[in-house]
T-cell receptor, first 117, second 113 residues
Framework: SQQGEEDPQALSIQEGENATMNCSYKTSINNLQWYRQNSGRGLVHLILIRSNEREKHSGRLRVTLDTSKKSSSLLITASRAADTASYFC?????????????????FGTGTRLTIIP | DGGITQSPKYLFRKEGQNVTLSCEQNLNHDAMYWYRQDPGQGLRLIYYSQIVNDFQKGDIAEGYSVSREKKESFPLTVTSAQKNPTAFYLCASSMVGLADTQYFGPGTRLTVL
């Protein structure tokens, strides 16, 4: 079953605005990762946040993690047309959940982001 | 130029035929993965391998087979037993552990005619 679920499923904003996507998950995690996928291409890793971290930044990206609510958000500031893509969260279960050895990633269904020029 | 490559980019198969998708990496990564992606969906894990000559089934392994004879290579065979093989197939690798960042190839789009 899917561990991460993104919200919203689709988002359209004007260029220059900020875009926020959310990811909720069910079980305790080791880390949570965000990936981007341009249409018909492979996924590209954006950022990894560990379970003991609350916020990370990378350029125009800001990721937060709330383990008490089992949720994460990805904020893209000052959006550009090139940010148009699908964004996926992926979770790796904690060792207690995975029985110490099977912390493989589980991907959500993604948020499709469209930036309108 | 380091990375992960997949070939071919597009593949057409007649029903009843087996077909093999290639995946090669020169990142010196131990772990490799195969995912299937259907339109508008997330990724589902088919098989993964953490070490040469060893691999594990993922969530949807039925109708697929893999081999890991070399660290650099992890080919996927879609057999005639796979009921609905038309999909986008993605190969990925990670340095060591299953929780590590994954690096993806460009994908192979398989269409069954």
């Amino acid at each position: 079953s899917q561990q991460g679920e993104e919200d919203p499923q689709a988002l359209s904003i004007q260029e220059g605005e900020n875009a926020t996507m959310n990811c909720s998950y069910k079980t305790s995690i080791n880390n949570l990762q965000w990936y981007r996928q341009n249409s018909g291409r492979g996924l590209v890793h954006l950022i990894l946040i560990r379970s003991n971290e609350r916020e990370k930044h990378s350029g125009r990206l800001r990721v937060t993690l709330d383990t008490s609510k089992k949720s994460s958000s990805l904020l893209i500031t000052a959006s550009r047309a090139a940010d148009t893509a699908s964004y996926f969260c992926a979770t790796s279960p904690s060792q207690l959940v995975s029985n110490f050895g099977n912390e493989k990633l589980t991907f959500g269904t993604g948020t499709r982001l469209t930036i309108i020029p | 130029d380091g990375g992960i490559t997949q070939s071919p980019k597009y593949l057409f198969r007649k029903e009843g035929q087996n077909v093999t998708l290639s995946c090669e990496q020169n990142l010196n990564h131990d772990a490799m993965y195969w995912y299937r992606q259907d339109p508008g969906q997330g990724l589902r894990l088919i098989y993964y391998s953490q070490i040469v000559n060893d691999f594990q089934k993922g969530d949807i392994a039925e109708g697929y087979s893999v081999s890991r004879e070399k660290k650099e290579s992890f080919p996927l065979t879609v057999t005639s037993a796979q009921k609905n093989p038309t999909a986008f197939y993605l190969c990925a690798s990670s340095m060591v552990g299953l929780a590590d960042t994954q690096y993806f190839g460009p994908g192979t789009r398989l269409t069954v005619l």
